[in-house]
T-cell receptor, first 111, second 111 residues
């Protein structure tokens, strides 16, 4: 089935630890995105990538890093510099500069 | 500052009646508007979109209305069904790379 796969569904981070959230798509979409959702808030853009080996910061990129070595994959690393990492993280892709297709999300919590 | 606002955090509607979800935006440069539906612990699913050259777009039971002068859009669901119970997000922007999301409205359709 075509779609966007995020893993793991739940992730726990210890203080000072970096963690990486996986996002894979088989929709052949050029653009991929990472959003963060906090309770009672809208989605906020962390990073996006329009083509392989290129990515741009979104509104809240501090404390996060990404890579785009393959068209299908756009992993997000939450670094120890991100002081408030507990949130629901959503990966999305887009075939053009229009609607986004979302994965099922990863809930990150701090131990 | 929130560029897209959904002022009603929740809405309850009887099955078979009309559900009207509202969304306001502040940036007159926005020309692309979308509605997404989200179930708990899942990613948002695209519902319907509209561009600024139109004032109405229909897809089955879902209709989106755009009032550019008031910077307001609304989603009408007729007739409402229990399976429509979810959180609905509106999004506005100039394209997939520049989308701003509202905080969501939780719709409950009562059987």
């Amino acid at each position: 089935d075509g779609g966007i796969t995020q893993s793991p569904k739940y992730l726990f981070r210890k203080e000072g630890q970096n963690v990486t959230l996986s996002c894979e798509q088989n929709l052949n979409h050029d653009a991929m995105y990472w959003y963060r959702q906090d309770p009672g808030q809208g989605l906020r853009l962390i990073y996006y990538s329009q083509i392989v080996n290129d990515f741009q910061k979104g509104d809240i990129a501090e404390g996060y890093s990404v890579s785009r070595e393959k068209k299908e994959s756009f992993p997000l690393t939450v670094t120890s510099a991100q002081k408030n990492p507990t949130a629901f993280y959503l990966c999305a892709s887009s075939p053009s500069n229009e609607k986004l297709f979302f994965g099922s999300g990863t809930q990150l919590s701090v131990l | 500052d929130q560029q897209v606002k959904q002022n009603s955090p929740s809405l309850s509607v009887q099955e078979g009646r009309i559900s009207i979800l509202n969304c306001d935006y502040t940036n007159s440069m926005f020309d692309y508007f979308l509605w997404y539906k989200k179930y708990p612990a899942e990613g948002p699913t695209f519902l319907i979109s509209i561009s600024s050259i139109k004032d109405k777009n229909e897809d089955g039971r879902f209709t989106v209305f755009l009032n550019k002068s008031a910077k307001h859009l609304s989603l009408h669901i007729v007739p409402s069904q229990p399976g429509d119970s979810a959180v609905y997000f509106c999004a506005a922007g100039t394209g997939a790379n520049n989308l701003f999301f509202g905080t969501g409205t939780r719709l409950t359709v009562i059987p």
